[in-house]
């Protein structure tokens, strides 16, 4: 039943911008995360936004990205900002429904010099 789908990916320059989002089924949910995995290395965290709307961030993403929900669309976003190589990698959203973790297929972000 519960179903997460992410958008927002592409293909920007170095110091350019974008906003991912994540559709979520359901009705009722918790804290909502971002995770990146770049090729050939593990999957990393980003951020998280609880259901009050209290965030954090990895120190790679702080002062660049923001993320941030919209309770009624059951949406969460993260903005990404000041984009750097680095950042290049398949961007995931997880979602806690009922104690469960629940994970996206992942939009795939590329940036250039």
């Known amino acids: 039943q519960v179903h997460l789908v992410e958008s927002g990916g592409g293909l920007v320059q170095a110091g350019g911008s974008l906003r991912l989002s994540c559709a979520a089924s359901g009705s009722t949910f918790g804290s909502m995360d971002w995770y990146r995995q770049a090729s050939g290395k593990p999957r990393e965290w980003v951020a998280t936004i609880t259901s009050g709307g209290t965030t954090a961030y990895a120190d790679s993403a702080k002062d660049r990205f923001t993320i941030s929900r919209d309770n009624a669309k059951n949406t969460v976003y993260l903005r990404m900002n000041s984009l750097e190589p680095e950042d290049t990698a398949v961007y995931y959203c997880?979602?806690?429904?009922?104690?469960?973790?629940?994970w996206g297929q992942g939009t795939q972000v590329t940036v250039s010099r």
């Open positions: 997880c979602a806690d429904y009922a104690g469960t973790n629940y």
